[in-house]
């Protein structure tokens, strides 16, 4: 029997052990999947193989300590520095990102999408900088505090902060801050929100399970909007995979997947 965990802190909102565990129940693969709070990311190393697991997805806030906790890093993740599959491979982390084309199976529905205004700047962010500029896609960054947008000026982006927010018309908003998560709290200020949301065609959020405050704003708006719960979904086919060395069929995965929201 393998042992698969997500990690994060919070964890409790995680629907990956429920995702992961329909799949493993009913495509008969002798795993479970269960979840760890862990407080502090440089200890993601030593817990994942006390625990003696074969793989683990990462969430807020260790995605970059993830990164930093691997023996090898591959594809995708490996460009942005950011990690939220790890698989034992014979002892050794690999560290995989699956979030960005997660997002992008996401927002196939959108259609083109050309101009996009990313609120924040942490690890999803920068996964889904990077993927979009990959598709020569233009985006924006918007963050809180000035010195977490240095990665995203370095590789060419345009970066503000609330104080230097300027109106511009974009295809995309979406919320990759942890706001909304366990508080009632805006991305940024309320007239910055009204303002983006005004000049945007659609809205999404990475967080799922609930309505934000952001996605509130954009319901009342009456923009096309949606929540984090298929990007949930494309990174969990994609890191199942990983997890069981592709022996299982993807439609299988995603099927079983879509079927554990149900519950
Ligand atoms: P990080 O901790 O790496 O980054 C968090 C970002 O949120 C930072 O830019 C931080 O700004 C900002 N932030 C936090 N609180 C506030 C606030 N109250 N107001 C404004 N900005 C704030 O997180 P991740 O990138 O790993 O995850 C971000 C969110 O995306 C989480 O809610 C996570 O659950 C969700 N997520 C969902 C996925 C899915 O599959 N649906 C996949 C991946 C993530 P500052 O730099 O100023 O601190």
Same mark, same amino acid.
């Given at each position: !029997? ?16 429920? $995702? ?83 997002? !992008? ?111 509130? !704003? ?38 079983? $997947? ?6």
């Amino acid at each position: !029997m393998k042992l698969f965990a997500i990690f994060g802190d919070p964890v409790e909102h995680s629907r990956s052990p429920l $995702m992961h565990n329909s799949v493993f129940k009913n495509l008969n693969y002798k795993a479970c999947y269960t979840r760890v709070h862990l407080k502090d990311g440089s200890k993601l190393k030593e817990t994942f193989f006390n625990l003696g697991l074969s793989g683990a997805n990462v969430t807020v806030p260790h995605k970059e300590a993830a990164f930093e906790a691997c023996d090898e890093v591959r594809g995708f993740a490996k460009t942005v520095g950011v990690v939220n599959t790890l698989v034992n491979e014979n002892g050794k982390l690999i560290g995989y990102n699956t979030d960005a084309d997660g997002f !992008m199976y996401a927002i196939e529905e959108f259609g083109e999408v050309k101009d996009v205004l990313i609120l924040g700047a942490g690890g999803t962010a920068k996964a889904l900088a990077s993927r979009f500029m990959q598709d020569k896609i233009n985006v924006t960054v918007i963050n809180r505090s000035e010195n977490r947008l240095a990665y995203f000026k370095d590789i060419g982006l345009t970066c503000q902060t609330w104080d230097s927010y300027k109106t511009s018309k974009y295809d995309l908003v979406v919320n990759t801050t942890s706001a909304g998560l366990k508080d009632e709290d805006l991305p940024a200020p309320q007239e910055i929100i009204s303002d983006m949301l005004n000049n945007t065609s659609f809205a999404a959020d990475a967080i799922y399970g609930k309505l934000t405050p952001f996605l509130k !704003m954009a319901k009342e708006k009456k923009i096309t909007y949606k929540d984090g719960a298929d990007m949930l979904l494309g990174q969990g086919v994609l890191a199942n995979e990983y997890f069981t060395c592709k022996e299982l069929d993807t439609d299988d995965i995603k099927s079983h $997947m879509s079927k554990s929201f149900e519950l």
